[in-house]
């Protein structure tokens, strides 16, 4: 649907030329939720711009619906645009228009009839659940329901194609899912294709079918997103992660592990497993403390869910009878889960390292 292909852009400013992006390829299929994630300044907005050709690129083309934008001349290229709309951070409505007008706006300004207006906005108004809201101005609104406003803008002229450059950031936790589900929502009723840009991982954990992690104009890393959330292979993939399920350990809990000497050394391992995927947690942990006759503690831990699959780490305490203790650590090897052992490091050759064990 989207086909981005050695794109670079550069930025001439006082201080010297800014490199944006560089040899971006990128190929989004149809239908797709697509999250591109980075850090502020990694080129996230450049990237999006460039798919409605807000930004040229210096290089490369941009097809999308299998026509080269780039080679467009200015009037077919408006109506190119039409096929794909916009939402952003700060909403962008004009504030002198009620909620009606604002949607109505792209539509007004393709020359369209009253009548085709008010048929084209009366169910978009539907769709975002702001009938009742039609006569507001937006200095009347929340900003949820301001967002709800930009998406039915944005749906006006029809588009197959829907870009969101962090439109859920000014927005709280709460209101922040919503949107999200008001997306998906959309991409599933209207199989539009949404490419959403964040820097947080939450969003593209909710929403997001792939994504691609961008990181000094380069995409350095791209999956399904279950898969690149358990096995991520670069570092800076690995600290949008770890903000999610808690990748650091609380220096608290590494204290007392380290301190602990009550217990005969021998008789107790504090394991961290990470769930990528392969069992779920509940019937491993019943299944340790049954099948092994050890007693466990949970000490910290943080599940989720990506698309019905488990995903997150616990670090458990497992006390009880030293050869026990190995088959327990067997065990979890063989059931595709990571196993690091924060109190036995060197001992044990059968722990496998959790980068490795996710391979
Ligand atoms: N119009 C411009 N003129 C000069 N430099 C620019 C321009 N737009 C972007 N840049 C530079 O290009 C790089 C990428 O910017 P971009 O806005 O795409 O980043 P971003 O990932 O969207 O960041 P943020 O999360 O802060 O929005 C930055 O170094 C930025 O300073
Ligand atoms: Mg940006």
Redesign the pocket.
């Known amino acids: 649907m989207i086909e981005l292909s050695s794109i670079s852009k550069r930025?001439a400013?006082p201080q010297g030329t800014?490199t944006?992006l560089e040899g971006i390829d990128l190929s989004i299929r149809e239908g797709e939720i697509f999250g591109v994630i980075?850090?502020?300044?990694?080129?996230?907005?450049?990237?999006i711009r460039l798919i409605n050709l807000l930004e040229r690129p210096d290089q490369g083309s941009v097809r999308v619906a299998g026509r080269d934008l780039t080679a467009l001349p200015p009037a077919s290229l408006r109506r190119a645009r039409q096929e794909i709309g916009m939402i952003f951070q700060h909403f962008n409505l004009l504030a002198t228009r009620t909620v009606f007008e604002n949607i109505a706006l792209p539509l007004e300004l393709r020359g369209e009839s009253k009548a085709a207006i008010r048929a084209a906005v009366e169910p978009l108004l539907e769709l975002v659940g702001l009938t009742d809201k039609r006569e507001r101005y937006p200095s009347e609104l929340s900003g949820g329901q301001k967002q709800r406003v930009g998406i039915a803008r944005a749906l006006a002229t029809q588009p197959r194609v829907l870009l969101s450059d962090?439109a859920t950031s000014a927005l709280d936790p709460e209101t922040t899912r919503s949107i999200l589900a008001l997306l998906k929502d959309i991409n599933a009723r209207l199989g539009l294709t949404i490419v959403l840009?964040t820097?947080e991982m939450s969003v593209i954990k909710e929403v997001a079918d792939r994504v691609a992690v961008?990181e000094h104009?380069k995409v350095i890393e791209l999956g399904p997103v279950y898969d690149v959330f358990t096995r991520p292979r670069a570092e800076i993939t690995r600290r949008f992660v770890g903000e999610l399920v808690g990748g650091d350990l609380p220096p608290s809990l590494l204290r007392q592990i380290a301190n602990d000497t009550a217990t005969d050394p021998a008789r107790r391992r504090v394991l961290r497993i990470l769930f990528t995927g392969g069992a779920a947690e509940s019937p491993v942990m019943s299944t340790l403390a049954r099948r092994f006759d050890l007693d466990f503690n949970l000490l910290h831990g943080r599940l989720d869910e990506i698309q019905g699959r488990a995903f997150g780490n616990l670090v458990v305490e497992l006390l009880g009878d030293p050869a026990r203790l190995d088959a327990a650590v067997k065990y979890l090897a063989t059931q595709q889960l990571g196993v690091e052992s924060l109190n036995h490091e060197q001992e044990s050759g059968d722990v496998v390292r959790l980068d490795r064990a996710a391979g």
């Open positions: 930025y400013t800014v944006a980075g850090k502020s300044g990694a080129g996230k907005s450049t990237l962090e840009i820097h961008l104009g």
